[in-house]
């Protein structure tokens, strides 16, 4: 037994059971309920764009301005017959930007309404011609030899022919008035288009 009391008592100091204090109670803990924050989605960030690229600014012009001097000129050209019937041809643009040839077209017709040298082709007979030969209405006919086929089929005896080239900055308009039977050009002239 001696044996067992020893071993135990070397067991007591191995372990270095010294005497412990007594454990305080812990006090308790309190737990606080955590609201849950609702979840905001997050917005997607908007796709990078470019900027939108600006229009080209049509220019400003004074179109009759710049065509009653040449159209002045050609009332007074020789070899031309009091009376006769004018094909006036949609102004052309050839300049290296955006014109709106509506307008000296336009511009063209007001500068011819009251001369005594000429009758103008009504631009409804005019689109009734095109019809005819199977071209839209709107057609600018483009070519010199639409221009004339076309003043044949209305019986005009004359067509002015006309365009507007050069920088679209300063550009220039020339005419030209040709026969219709032959295509032989009687009067040409050209002259810068006024702001």
């Given at each position: 037994?001696?044996?067992?009391?020893?071993?135990?008592?070397?067991?007591?100091?191995?372990?270095?059971?010294?005497?412990?204090?007594?454990?305080?109670?812990?006090?308790?803990?309190?737990?606080?309920?955590?609201?849950?924050?609702?979840?905001?989605?997050?917005?997607?960030?908007?796709?990078?764009?470019?900027?939108?690229?600006?229009?080209?600014?049509?220019?400003?012009?004074?179109?009759?301005?710049?065509?009653?001097?040449?159209?002045?000129?050609?009332?007074?050209?020789?070899?031309?017959?009091?009376?006769?019937?004018?094909?006036?041809?949609?102004?052309?643009?050839?300049?290296?930007?955006s014109?709106?040839?509506?307008?000296?077209?336009?511009?063209?017709?007001?500068?011819?309404?009251?001369?005594?040298?000429?009758?103008?082709?009504?631009?409804?007979?005019?689109?009734?011609?095109?019809?005819?030969?199977?071209?839209?209405?709107?057609?600018?006919?483009?070519?010199?030899?639409?221009?004339?086929g076309?003043?044949?089929?209305?019986g005009?005896?004359?067509?002015?022919?006309?365009?507007?080239?050069?920088?679209?900055?300063?550009?220039?308009?020339?005419?030209?008035?040709?026969?219709?039977?032959?295509?032989?050009?009687?009067?040409?002239?050209?002259?810068?288009?006024?702001?």
């Amino acid at each position: 037994m001696k044996k067992y009391l020893f071993v135990a008592l070397a067991a007591l100091v191995l372990t270095g059971c010294l005497q412990r204090p007594p454990e305080q109670p812990q006090p308790p803990v309190t737990i606080e309920p955590v609201t849950p924050t609702p979840e905001v989605p997050q917005q997607p960030e908007p796709p990078v764009s470019e900027p939108v690229p600006q229009p080209p600014k049509i220019q400003s012009f004074n179109w009759l301005g710049s065509v009653q001097p040449l159209v002045s000129q050609m009332l007074q050209a020789d070899g031309v017959t009091p009376g006769s019937v004018l094909l006036l041809d949609s102004v052309k643009n050839n300049t290296n930007g955006s014109l709106q040839t509506g307008k000296a077209t336009a511009a063209l017709h007001k500068a011819l309404a009251s001369n005594q040298t000429f009758r103008v082709v009504p631009e409804t007979q005019l689109a009734s011609a095109k019809q005819t030969l199977g071209l839209s209405a709107d057609d600018s006919l483009g070519s010199r030899s639409k221009a004339i086929g076309l003043a044949r089929i209305v019986g005009a005896q004359y067509v002015l022919y006309s365009d507007v080239s050069g920088d679209v900055k300063s550009p220039q308009m020339d005419m030209q008035l040709m026969l219709a039977q032959s295509g032989e050009i009687v009067w040409s002239g050209n002259g810068d288009v006024k702001r």
